[in-house]
């Protein structure tokens, strides 16, 4: 899951692959004032074994960033969580999200 992360987000090569790596990613790719875009096309995968680990795990640090970057930068917006996959995943995302 966070390979594709850091293969959509354009993180440095050096990126940790864990939570505290992805915030200090999304800080440093950070546009300030814009609508940022995060799309996961394989979103099944944040159902897997432990699913609920993974599910909390990226809404808390989502969460998190958007609270401390927006209160360092007045004029940002917001980022949109784009859920995508295929076939029967489809619904068992649409189950889980809805």
């Known amino acids: 899951m966070f390979e594709e992360f850091a293969a959509a987000l354009q993180f440095p090569l050096y990126f940790g ?15 300030t004032g814009g609508h940022n875009v995060l799309f996961i ?8 074994a432990d ?4 599910i909390n ?6 969460t998190e960033f958007a609270q401390e970057y927006s209160s360092l930068n007045p004029g940002w917006k917001y980022w949109t969580v784009v ?3 295929s076939g029967a995943n489809i619904s068992l995302v649409q189950k889980r999200f809805a």
Do not use: C, I, V, Y
Request: aromatic letters at 12%.
């Open 51 to 54: 699913e609920a680990e993974r």
């Open 41 to 48: 096309s394989k979103a099944a995968d944040l159902l897997s």
């Open 83 to 85: 859920l995508a996959d």
């Open 57 to 62: 795990g990226f809404f808390q640090e989502m």
């Open 17 to 31: 692959r864990n939570w505290a790596a992805f915030h200090d990613s999304l800080q440093d790719n950070r546009t």
